[in-house]
């Protein structure tokens, strides 16, 4: 391990073999390809050399058992291994549901991605930074399954930095739904400064503005429709002095996808350049960056936008047009829930977005302006 840590000056992307072998189920919104796709968009890309690419290990339940409870492990594994659960497993657990149903990987794969995020968490003790798209799964809660989420690897994440010796860690999320396990996990911490954007009114329908979780977390609700103009008030007058405030040993970021217009969980309307612009901004702030994935259900959008952080990372100019290496990563990829969908041309040729800016509502102003006011009292 401590010869890792020395090579892990370079940006190191963790990925695993798991994800192209396990669905949630054809109508699932996970069953679509994600971290494959990035990953082999990024190889075609000639960005992804083998010196900068991990397997992720899978986390043991003793590691899971940093956060979660060891009776819910067991129940976890246990339902993997039976491909059943009982009805009390089904209401005390949360697993078996529409959300979080029974499937041959249910186990090993959130496993797997909570293993990536602990070897990229250990990877940056001595600074560095890594990027674990399989990770961000910021729902789980310690003794139950939620929202997609079996295990919470944030969570677990920041108390591996904390084991580490690393004392104030900041956590970014900009997944369009709010974070509420590792809300509820940080609840009241000082060495733990947690900021989100998240859409208002969407599920888990947490994380209010007057929601301080007992002075750990800023917490900007967005109405629908946010455009990146607002995104680029809340980055500078929010997420990026509130960070800078806090002086972190380390910064988290959680990135989901589902922030950008084309998802269809959310109904905020950003560009996937808001996701690249935050990561380069955050990425200046601090010397040990961790970079995970998160929400996504739209499998050319989540790959364009997750492709292009890592560009960032990597400090990769992003092209006007892809080759047609890149293409042919794209081109083949089903939306399960929507047969016979054709993607629109841009989907394929290039991995920026449009620009999406507009006019900055009063109401964003206002929101914005109620946290500035906080951290200035502070």
Same mark, same amino acid.
């Given at each position: 391990?401590?010869?890792?840590?020395?090579?892990?000056? !370079?940006?190191?992307?963790?990925?695993?073999r798991?994800?192209?072998a396990?669905?949630?189920?054809g109508?699932?919104? +996970?069953?679509?390809a994600?971290v *494959? &796709?990035?990953?082999?968009?990024c190889?075609?890309?000639?960005?992804? *050399?083998?010196?900068?690419?991990?397997?992720? *290990?899978?986390?043991k339940?003793?590691?899971l058992?940093? #956060?979660?409870?060891?009776?819910?492990?067991?129940? +976890?594994? =246990?339902?993997?291994?039976n491909?059943?659960?009982?009805?009390d &497993?089904?209401?005390?657990h949360?697993?078996?549901?529409?959300?979080n149903?029974?499937h041959?990987?249910?186990f090993?794969?959130p496993?797997?991605?909570?293993?990536g995020?602990? #070897?990229?968490?250990a990877?940056?003790?001595?600074?560095?930074?890594a990027?674990?798209?399989?990770?961000?799964?910021?729902?789980?809660?310690? $003794?139950?399954?939620?929202g997609?989420?079996y295990?919470?690897?944030?969570?677990?994440?920041?108390?591996?930095?904390?084991?580490q010796?690393?004392?104030?860690?900041?956590?970014?999320?900009?997944?369009a739904?709010?974070?509420?396990?590792v !809300?509820?996990?940080?609840?009241?911490?000082e060495d733990?400064r947690?900021?989100?954007?998240?859409e208002?009114k969407?599920?888990p #329908?947490t994380g209010?503005? =007057?929601?301080?979780?007992?002075?750990t977390?800023?917490?900007?609700?967005?109405?629908?429709?946010?455009? $990146? &103009?607002?995104y680029d008030?809340?980055?500078?007058?929010?997420?990026?002095?509130?960070?800078?405030?806090?002086?972190?040993?380390?910064?988290?970021?959680q990135c989901?996808?589902d922030?950008?217009?084309e998802?269809?969980?959310?109904r +905020?309307?950003?560009?996937?350049?808001?996701?690249?612009?935050?990561?380069a901004?955050?990425?200046?702030?601090?010397?040990? #960056?961790?970079v995970?994935?998160g929400? @996504?259900y739209?499998p050319?959008?989540?790959?364009r936008c997750?492709?292009?952080?890592?560009?960032?990372?990597a400090?990769h100019?992003?092209?006007?047009?892809?080759p047609e290496?890149?293409?042919a990563?794209l081109?083949?990829?089903?939306?399960?829930?929507k =047969?016979?969908f054709?993607p629109? =041309?841009q989907?394929?040729?290039?991995?920026? $977005?449009?620009s999406?800016? @507009? *006019?900055?509502? $009063?109401?964003?102003?206002?929101r914005?302006?109620? +946290?500035?006011?906080?951290?200035?009292?502070?």
């Amino acid at each position: 391990m401590k010869a890792e840590r020395q090579k892990a000056k !370079e940006p190191i992307y963790i990925g695993a073999r798991i994800y192209r072998a396990s669905s949630y189920g054809g109508s699932h919104p +996970l069953a679509i390809a994600r971290v *494959p &796709t990035v990953t082999d968009l990024c190889k075609a890309m000639s960005w992804l *050399p083998q010196q900068q690419y991990r397997n992720s *290990p899978r986390a043991k339940p003793s590691a899971l058992q940093a #956060f979660h409870t060891g009776e819910y492990v067991a129940a +976890l594994q =246990a339902a993997e291994d039976n491909q059943q659960v009982s009805d009390d &497993t089904r209401t005390r657990h949360g697993l078996g549901t529409l959300s979080n149903p029974v499937h041959p990987h249910m186990f090993r794969r959130p496993a797997t991605s909570v293993g990536g995020v602990l #070897f990229g968490a250990a990877l940056i003790t001595n600074g560095g930074v890594a990027y674990v798209p399989g990770g961000g799964t910021h729902h789980g809660m310690p $003794d139950r399954a939620n929202g997609f989420c079996y295990f919470n690897d944030p969570v677990l994440a920041i108390l591996s930095l904390r084991r580490q010796g690393l004392e104030r860690i900041a956590y970014v999320d900009i997944d369009a739904h709010h974070c509420d396990g590792v !809300e509820a996990a940080f609840h009241g911490a000082e060495d733990v400064r947690l900021i989100s954007v998240h859409e208002e009114k969407r599920w888990p #329908f947490t994380g209010a503005l =007057a929601d301080t979780a007992g002075g750990t977390a800023y917490n900007l609700p967005v109405p629908r429709d946010l455009n $990146d &103009t607002e995104y680029d008030l809340i980055l500078d007058r929010v997420i990026l002095p509130t960070v800078e405030q806090f002086r972190p040993d380390a910064v988290v970021l959680q990135c989901g996808a589902d922030a950008l217009l084309e998802d269809p969980l959310a109904r +905020l309307a950003l560009s996937n350049a808001s996701h690249w612009k935050t990561v380069a901004a955050l990425g200046a702030l601090c010397d040990r #960056f961790l970079v995970l994935g998160g929400g @996504g259900y739209n499998p050319w959008s989540v790959a364009r936008c997750w492709a292009g952080v890592w560009a960032t990372l990597a400090g990769h100019d992003i092209p006007d047009e892809l080759p047609e290496e890149a293409r042919a990563v794209l081109s083949p990829l089903k939306w399960n829930r929507k =047969a016979g969908f054709q993607p629109p =041309a841009q989907w394929l040729e290039t991995l920026r $977005d449009p620009s999406r800016h @507009g *006019p900055v509502r $009063d109401d964003v102003r206002s929101r914005v302006r109620h +946290l500035t006011d906080r951290l200035s009292a502070e």
